[in-house]
């Protein structure tokens, strides 16, 4: 099963072959490194660029003016905050045109905590990305999804910001990729660049076939009936676990992937909140002002008489930064523990 | 008593006219506190080393730009418009460069990354003046913003002039993204991009230069500075060091010169061997324009004709007259010609609606419906 780079690579390779993809590039994004990550390694339109993530931002926008489709990546989302008034800008270029010029581009950016990366590897990007309007954030937390919704972010007319969770950047997935060997190590083998001298190296592609996942629709990866969560990226799969362990203390947990922020599936929350009367919202970025903090007040606003309890809000720490200790990070951003913990409060509480 | 502007240039001929009180008075020579050494070629000679037609048409254009700037101040100034910013004191080289553009949609065609001092390009390439009076009144039918974005925001498509931005500089950053594709599509169309002087301290403008000359990389990108000596009120020489902005391009190899930007034939003369090069070089050119600012940054300081800078079109117009190819009388008519036309186009701007608060939705999101993505089903 591919990991979430590999599904990342089988769909960039997949989108400069069929959905005319023209230009992947970013700091050590070609050869011979292929991404810090590994995610672009072996593809034929990728490129290095210079050290300069306005310049990346920039070049994108003007690709996509031109009639290119480019895919940017900016090495670490920690590192995209100085490129934000581009961000401003291309989320407003067709606007401000009254509809002549949109940009079709993607820029994808590693995300979060869990590889102990202290400071300046650690951040989160969602809490500020949904207050940049004319952008379509997205968000996976598996391998199959990561590879379908960029399918669909390649294809679309306007600029979409894919965040990847570096987290699970190395978690093999539960489903195979339409056209993936099913042996396990096959795919790495096929694709993986070796280390070493890779200056012979091609990447040999197994036919992937496409996966349908549009933007804007949430996966329910749980049904339950008495909480629902809500969450994408990183936390996701601690939300589901810790939704199994407390099935075995009595609490029936609903458990939603978001995978697109923006625009996001209301209508899958607010079929779920109003079954529940409960809601957790749990991702890892700052908790004041954070993307979670609005659907809690949309919650309220349509919701507020379907309520049990009040609607939650799981978070990462108001603090400048996550330190690299184990123990600072596990301070900083939710935590398996964490999760079950506020879950099983929340299925307890009664009006 | 000290001129007020020491390091405007001034070409010496005017001075000797009296036509423009300049640094190079007669009267009082100035002891400028931090001079620019840097001294444009002087080529406003009597010699205009251009077809009659094509002199004519630049004077035209240049003076149709000023009653359309004059125009629009005079808008704002009667409450017609919120705030002006434009070109007045540009026009020379402004109506070089339009002159010069390759026209039209998509990559065989000049991409234009310009600022908000470029009406005058615009003119000269073939624009209506109308447009622009409508997006000073911010009308439903202002065809670059729909009633969006400030004056001198051009943003046209059909002609790939890319939206025009406040934000200073970010056009520079963008520029390498269209000129990368037309380095890959073939033909001669290149890129083109103007900001100005004071902008050039931001980032964008180095990111230019990396990215328009990385080795065996380098992009058709015509990579314009109108350098008018100001940054709103802040002086050039108090907060860059460099003496000609050109000069940043040489260490990036590039070719680079520093031009007169007030001389509508020279503008026109060096603008053309710089086009020439990037066309069938497909490599970057870097080009300073000395220019006027006559109207102050914006109304915000208040858009009144300074007298102490060089005004390009009373300069080209003496010229043209010593040469026998227009009269003082002929100027006059078509300068009161442009100005009535222009007040009728306001006229009936002033006429038409807004836009509807409810478009506000419209073109946030390319090929989907203009809603509220929070309205209710209870509103």
């Not at chain 2, 009659?52 to 000023?66: F, N, W």
């Not at chain 2, 020379?92 to 002159?99: E, M």
């Not at chain 2, 500089?169 to 083109?192: C, H, L, N």
Request: with cysteine; aromatic share 8%.
């Amino acid at each position: 099963m591919a990991n979430m780079a590999q599904a990342v690579r089988l769909a960039l390779h997949y989108a400069e072959e069929h959905l005319g993809v023209t230009d992947i590039f970013g700091e050590d994004v070609g050869p011979p490194l292929g991404g810090v990550f590994t995610c672009t390694q072996g593809l034929k339109t990728t490129w290095n660029s210079p050290l300069d993530e306005r310049g990346i931002i920039g070049m994108a926008m003007g690709i996509a003016m031109a009639g290119g489709r480019p895919v940017a990546e900016i090495q670490f989302c920690d590192y995209i905050y100085n490129t934000i008034d581009l961000l401003k800008l291309a989320g407003n270029t067709l606007w401000s045109s009254n509809g002549q010029w949109n940009l079709p581009m993607v820029v994808m950016t590693p995300v979060g905590s869990g590889i102990r990366g202290s400071i300046y590897h650690s951040h989160s990007f969602d809490a500020s990305a949904t207050h940049i309007p004319g952008w379509k954030i997205v968000m996976p937390s598996t391998p199959l999804d990561a590879y379908g919704l960029l399918l669909s972010a390649c294809q679309e007319q306007n600029p979409v910001l894919f965040l990847i969770p570096k987290a699970l950047m190395r978690i093999k997935g539960e489903e195979l990729i339409p056209g993936e060997p099913s042996e396990d190590k096959a795919l790495s083998k096929l694709i993986d660049a070796p280390l070493g001298d890779r200056t012979q190296w091609k990447a040999q592609w197994p036919a992937v076939q496409p996966v349908s996942i549009p933007l804007g629709q949430a996966k329910t990866v749980r049904a339950g009936s008495q909480l629902t969560v809500v969450s994408y990226g990183r936390t996701l799969p601690m939300c589901l676990l810790a939704a199994n362990a407390l099935a075995s203390e009595g609490v029936d947990a609903e458990v939603i992937d978001l995978r697109t922020l923006w625009p996001y599936d209301w209508a899958t929350i607010k079929a779920s909140v109003a079954k529940t009367g409960r809601v957790l919202y749990v991702n890892e970025d700052t908790e004041v002002t954070n993307f979670g903090e609005h659907l809690i007040r949309r919650t309220t606003d349509e919701l507020f008489y379907k309520l049990l309890a009040p609607p939650k809000l799981l978070a990462g720490k108001f603090v400048p930064g996550i330190g690299l200790a184990d123990t600072l990070e596990a301070a900083s951003v939710p935590q398996q523990s964490d999760i079950h913990a506020a879950m099983k409060k929340l299925a307890a509480m009664e009006p | 008593m000290a001129p007020p502007f020491p390091w405007v240039y001034t070409p010496p001929a005017m001075a000797r006219e009296g036509k423009n009180p300049s640094p190079s008075s007669p009267t009082k020579p100035p002891k400028p506190s931090s001079p620019s050494k840097f001294k444009p070629k002087i080529t406003q000679s009597d010699d205009l080393p251009l077809e009659k037609d094509l002199l004519l048409r630049m004077h035209d254009v240049m003076v149709k730009a000023r009653c359309l700037e004059e125009r629009l101040i005079a808008m704002y100034k009667s409450g017609h418009g919120y705030f002006w910013i434009g070109g007045p004191g540009e026009e020379a080289f402004n109506t070089a460069l339009g002159l010069l553009i390759k026209k039209g949609e998509g990559p065989a065609y000049d991409y234009l990354h310009f600022h908000y001092r470029q009406s005058a390009t615009l003119l000269a390439m073939g624009e209506e003046p109308l447009g622009a009076i409508r997006q000073m009144k911010n009308t439903a039918t202002d065809p670059y913003s729909g009633g969006r974005n400030f004056a001198g925001h051009f943003a046209k498509k059909a002609w790939n002039v890319a939206p025009v931005s406040s934000p200073i500089e970010v056009q520079y950053s963008m520029a390498p993204g269209t000129a990368w594709v037309q380095k890959r599509f073939g033909g001669d169309g290149i890129s083109i991009v103007t900001g100005g002087d004071a902008g050039t301290a931001e980032g964008d403008f180095a990111t230019c230069l990396v990215w328009a000359s990385r080795p065996g990389k380098e992009v058709p990108l015509l990579i314009l500075v109108t350098n008018n000596r100001w940054g709103i009120s802040t002086p050039y020489t108090d907060v860059q060091g460099v003496e000609k902005i050109s000069d940043r391009g040489v260490a990036f190899g590039m070719r680079t010169k520093t031009i007169d930007g007030n001389d509508p034939i020279s503008a026109y003369l060096e603008l053309k061997e710089a086009f020439e090069y990037v066309r069938t070089e497909r490599k970057p050119y870097l080009v300073e324009a000395r220019v006027s600012r006559l109207y102050g940054h914006s109304s915000a300081s208040g858009a009144n004709f300074v007298t102490n800078e060089a005004d390009c079109i009373a300069q080209f117009e003496d010229r043209l007259i010593k040469k026998g190819l227009l009269t003082r009388q002929s100027a006059d008519a078509l300068r009161a010609k442009y100005a009535e036309e222009l007040a009728e186009l306001a006229r009936q701007a002033k006429e038409e609606p807004f836009p509807e608060g409810s478009t506000i939705w419209e073109h946030v999101f390319k090929g989907e419906p203009a809603r509220d993505p929070l309205a209710t089903e209870e509103g």
